[in-house]
């Protein structure tokens, strides 16, 4: 056929490592990323649904650290620590993710945020060092439903940001 193009797609090679998760949010880019990158917006809304979350010390830089608590609705603690490996605002956001510095099972993870019209379409990719690290996340700590709880609180929070400064 004239004109037709023909498209082939190849899986990355860490395809069997990665969770993509990805949300359109009906806010600015910017205040997105400012929810996501300034601890007195986190608190608000980080984590999957009933979780909590206690900021032992944050500090948003190449390089900087964010060391915090989970708390489930379960009464059980689940240490967590962010070390940023770039930040290019207001387009993306690279970090590794463990449960304590040093965690030789810490996974990278790269955020990012484009413009979608009037709105911001987030996308959150994570990459654990095996499969089976990947797995167990997605198993045992339910980790695609709970990012997508995650996104949802994100996206309920900066809107009704909006919201608010538009009334």
Known sequence: MAGARQETR???ATADRE???SRSI???RELVFEAFTEVRHL???WGPEGFTTTTRSFEF???GEWDFVQHGPDGTDYPEWITWTAIVPPERIAMLHGEFRGDPNAFESVVTFDLDGAATRIEMRALFP????RDEA???YHAI???QQTLSSLAAYVTEIVKGVED
């Open 10 to 12: 190849t899986e990355p």
């Open 19 to 21: 969770i993509v998760l």
């Open 26 to 28: 009906d806010a600015p």
């Open 43 to 45: 608190s608000r809304w």
């Open 61 to 63: 830089r190449e390089g």
């Open 130 to 133: 095996t499969k089976k690290l």
């Open 138 to 140: 997605v198993e045992k």
């Open 145 to 147: 439903e709970g990012g």
